[in-house]
């Protein structure tokens, strides 16, 4: 009965730190948001192409355009490497 009682013991414990402790959900920048009244800016901005876009604009007083983090995202700066023409080794 004692290991019983530690069995179901653990596992509430695993659940409830399971629950407490939830992984982020994975936020992406698809390069199509809808816009539109209501929505803010950029906007909703889960769309891979402009056809899924329009489709979820449809009917819905919405339009589509380019997701700004996408259009004007810059690269990751690589480690900038200075060099000394002058310098002879």
């Known amino acids: 009965m004692r290991k019983f009682g530690f ?3 653990t596992v509430l414990v695993t659940a409830v730190a ?3 402790n939830p992984s982020p959900a994975k936020a992406s920048d698809y390069p199509w948001c809808t816009q539109g ?3 803010g800016y950029p906007g909703d ?8 876009c329009s489709a979820a604009a449809s009917g819905r007083a919405l339009s ?3 997701n ?3 259009a004007f995202g810059q690269e990751p700066r690589g480690r900038r ?9």
């Not at 901005?45 to 402009?50: H, N, P, R, V």
């Not at 490497?81 to 080794?89: A, D, F, K, L, S």
């Open 37 to 39: 009244r209501g929505l």
């Open 68 to 70: 700004p983090r996408v």
């Open 81 to 89: 490497v200075y060099r000394n023409p002058r310098r002879e080794w």
């Open 7 to 9: 069995v179901v013991i």
């Open 18 to 20: 399971g629950l407490a």
């Open 45 to 52: 901005c889960s769309y891979q192409t402009y056809g899924q």
């Open 64 to 66: 589509c355009g380019m």
